[in-house]
């Protein structure tokens, strides 16, 4: 009996020896994840601020791998390539205030969300360059703040639904490029005078719902060119043909671009369709609600007509 209580006791001391080894050797691990730069303060494995204005480059390599929050504000940064954030898989919000005179800003692919004013106080940017994202919407006022940039590219992306004001509080901007996206829907795409872009240009996008009016494409820009899209070729098509999209003869627009709805009409230039045999969409719906008055009018006479017959019987 003594002899099992001496082996249970070694048994017990041997796991708690194992058991602070391990404990030891996990903080060693996390102390070495946590040598952060010396501009930068790790407030934790998933929180780092590198706010001090003295960093050139992104120090990838001395921040925790299980980052989920980083900030970079008011730092000088020639350039930021898309390999810049390798590594920080787990990268969830980057807040760039402040930062200014970047010839190249690249951000990495599979971005799922940008907040709104994620780029204010960004400014004087050779190009920035947004790709290979995977967004649900792009948000009211996401570029509010940033200001002269030669070129602005969102290009091979999922955009979801662009949202109504997303380009609001955009300014001097030299090329607005908007390339190679599934857009769910345009809700307004409103570029003013005050945001002072001097080119869009809106290239190989497939379009699965147009605005719902023409006037929610307001492009008061020097320069546009919308070619190669595929927009629907329903009633919608009416919406995109008397909107700013079309930069020049609706002929011309119809030859460069294609259709992606119906499905009997899918890849096939605009101008194969002809759209003076389509109503337009607010048409239809008149249309169907005057319709419903004619039903509406001759029903009623006929309903009088069988209650009064249905009365006589019953009073005879």
Request: with cysteine; aromatic share 10%.
């Amino acid at each position: 009996m003594y002899c099992r209580a001496q082996i249970c006791i070694y048994y017990l001391l041997w796991i708690v020896t194992l058991s602070l080894k391990f404990t030891l050797e996990q903080e060693t691990t996390t102390a070495k994840n946590w040598d952060c730069s010396a501009e930068c303060i790790c407030l934790s494995p998933k929180q780092v601020l590198c706010n001090t204005g003295g960093l050139k480059d992104i120090p990838t390599q001395q921040l925790p791998q299980t980052i989920e929050e980083l900030s970079l504000t008011k730092n000088n940064f020639p350039i930021i390539k898309g390999d810049a954030f390798a590594g920080l898989k787990l990268l969830r919000k980057l807040t760039m205030d402040g930062v200014t005179n970047i010839v190249r800003l690249i951000f990495p692919s599979g971005i799922r969300t940008i907040e709104p004013d994620a780029f204010d106080g960004l400014q004087h940017v050779g190009l920035l360059k947004l790709t290979y994202m995977d967004l649900s919407s792009l948000q009211s006022y996401t570029f509010r703040g940033l200001s002269y940039v030669h070129s602005l590219n969102i290009q091979e992306s999922d955009l979801g639904i662009v949202e109504k004001d997303a380009f609001t509080g955009l300014a001097h901007v030299d090329r607005l490029n908007i390339l190679n996206n599934k857009i769910d829907l345009i809700e307004k795409l409103f570029l003013r005078y005050e945001n002072s872009i001097e080119m869009l240009r809106f290239h190989g996008n497939h379009v699965l719902e147009a605005p719902h009016h023409a006037k929610d494409i307001n492009l008061e820009v020097s320069s546009i060119s919308a070619i190669d899209n595929h927009f629907p070729c329903d009633c919608q098509a009416h919406n995109v043909l008397e909107s700013d999209f079309v930069n020049g003869t609706i002929t011309e627009f119809q030859k460069k671009n294609y259709c992606i709805s119906p499905i009997e009409y899918n890849g096939k230039p605009m101008n194969f369709v002809d759209f003076g045999l389509i109503a337009k969409c607010h048409d239809n719906v008149v249309q169907d609600n005057l319709g419903s008055g004619v039903v509406g009018i001759f029903t009623l006479p006929i309903t009088l007509f069988l209650i009064l017959l249905f009365s006589m019987n019953f009073f005879q």
